[in-house]
């Protein structure tokens, strides 16, 4: 595992001439769906883009950083904000799945209903993003097990990314995370010690 995680770094540059095969990231995409989630709600949506004239016209909203034309794909994570929405979607699908009743199934509906609907539309956008955050660290790692490169980027415009891609406003772009094989060194890493970032308690 070790191995796996210091693989990863965030890479600048990428290989043009290389690409991921389609098999493989239709793999990294379905393991990137297993990510867990608050309530298990899954509040989110994952835009897969391959294309070169899609890419080219997203980069300047992402500050012209080269790692958007030149990977071999680009995933913007997108949280959704219509949590309403989605927990209805989430109670029929895990009730199909999991074989719950009606009444384990609205007393769900029930509990994170006053919990997440409380919440205000930018605490709720909050919470969705944090969803995201932890699905894309994972896309990250199983890339990184098949020696797939990425970069985690916020460094963009969401207002300009949600235009160019037509997304509907339910959808917040989050998190990007461009994909491909690297064309640069990779740098050594500065982290904080062990002893200053983990405090171990008896
Ligand atoms: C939430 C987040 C946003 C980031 N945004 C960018 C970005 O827009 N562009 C970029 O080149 N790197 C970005 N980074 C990469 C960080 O600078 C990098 O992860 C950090 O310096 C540690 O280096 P390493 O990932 O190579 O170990 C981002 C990282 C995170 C976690």
Redesign the pocket.
């Known amino acids: 595992m070790r191995e796996v995680v210091e693989f990863?770094?965030?890479c600048?540059h990428f290989d043009v001439s290389k690409k991921i095969d389609d098999g493989v990231l239709h793999e990294l995409m379905d393991l990137t769906r297993l990510s867990p989630s608050s309530y298990g709600l899954q509040p989110w949506k994952f835009i897969v883009i391959k294309n070169d004239e899609l890419k080219k016209a997203l980069a300047p909203a992402?500050y012209n950083?080269p790692?958007i034309v030149e990977a071999s794909c680009v995933v913007v994570m997108c949280a959704r904000t219509d949590v309403s929405k989605v927990l209805e979607e989430f109670s029929a699908k895990s009730k199909a799945d999991m074989g719950y009743t009606d009444e384990q199934s609205e007393g769900f509906k029930k509990m994170v209903n006053s919990v997440i609907l409380s919440k205000s539309d930018d605490e709720i956008k909050t919470w969705a993003q944090k969803q995201v955050?932890l699905a894309g660290m994972n896309l990250m790692t199983v890339s990184a097990e098949k020696g797939i490169d990425s970069?985690?980027?916020?460094?963009?415009e969401a207002s300009k990314v949600s235009e160019i891609l037509g997304l509907s406003k339910e959808l917040t772009a989050t998190?990007i995370i461009p994909l491909g094989y690297r064309n640069m060194e990779q740098?050594k890493?500065t982290r904080f010690d062990f002893a200053d970032v983990v405090e171990e308690r008896e």
């Open positions: 990863r770094f965030a600048k992402c950083q790692q955050y970069c985690p980027m916020e460094g963009f998190l740098p890493k």
